[in-house]
């Protein structure tokens, strides 16, 4: 159980152009899920926490205009990154935190390469 | 200074080995506290969560030292297999967001 899918597992873009990466529980409800950044040979960094039904909060630094959340089902949110440029290339996470769970654990999904032209 | 700080290493340990890392948090306040295991070019998996008394599962032993702020992971009789990344991950704030460590690089070698 608690299984998270994310899709594309790796997509290249030109830039300019934007991206969606759609992040998935499969056998659970999320009412809260997490997107992470992560560079090479460095931590996650959570960007943002994506509530069912509301908007986004997003962490300081990261500007909510260029990576749209929306999280319109207990099992889905989208991450668009608008306008990507080279310096977005990144491995991008998603986690969801079970409904029904430990309150603290979240389960990742496999992420998203994304690589900038 | 980083909110949850951890040894890069890599430790380099032959098969069957112990080994141990620490890792440290900023907030004495944090409350809940987790290992997890991150292959290259993977996603981050769960190795174990950490209680106050400490805990053990098979070969992984976690601590905790509130007073010191630092958990760490023992790992006994080292397998080719345990190679991979151990992110240490606080609740720094008891706010649901969990902080990662950049990770300690462990290398098994036969």
């Known amino acids: 159980g608690a299984v998270v899918s994310q899709h594309p597992s790796w997509v290249i873009c030109k830039s300019g152009t934007s991206v969606k990466i759609e992040c998935r529980s499969l056998?659970?409800?999320?009412?809260?899920m997490f997107w992470y950044r992560q560079f090479p040979k460095q931590s996650l960094m959570l960007m943002a926490t994506?509530?069912?039904?509301?908007?986004?909060?997003?962490e300081q630094g990261v500007e909510k205009d260029k990576f749209l959340i929306n999280h319109a089902s207990l099992t889905l949110s989208t991450l668009t990154v608008t306008s990507a440029h080279p310096e977005d290339s990144s491995f991008y996470i998603c986690?969801?935190?079970?409904?029904?769970?430990?309150?603290?654990?979240?389960?990742f999904g496999p992420g998203t390469r994304l690589t900038v032209t | 200074r980083k909110e949850v700080e951890q040894d890069p290493g890599p430790f380099n340990v032959p098969e069957g080995a112990t080994v141990a890392f620490n890792c440290t948090y900023s907030?004495?306040?944090?409350?809940?506290f987790f290992w997890y295991r991150q292959d290259c070019r993977k996603e981050p998996k769960l190795l174990m969560s950490?209680?106050?008394s400490g805990n053990e599962d098979g070969r992984f032993t976690a601590q905790l030292n509130r007073a010191s702020q630092y958990i760490s992971l023992l790992i006994r009789d080292s397998k080719l297999s345990d190679s991979a990344t151990y992110l240490c991950?606080?609740?720094?704030?008891?706010?649901?967001?969990?902080?990662f460590g950049a990770g300690t690089t462990v290398t098994v070698r036969a």
């Open positions: 986690s969801a935190r079970d409904l029904a769970g430990d309150a603290y654990e979240q389960y």
């Open positions: 056998d659970f409800q999320a009412t809260t």
């Open positions: 994506s509530n069912e039904g509301s908007k986004a909060t997003y």
């Open positions: 907030n004495s306040a944090s409350q809940s």
């Open positions: 950490v209680y106050s």
């Open positions: 991950v606080v609740n720094l704030y008891n706010d649901y967001k969990l902080s």
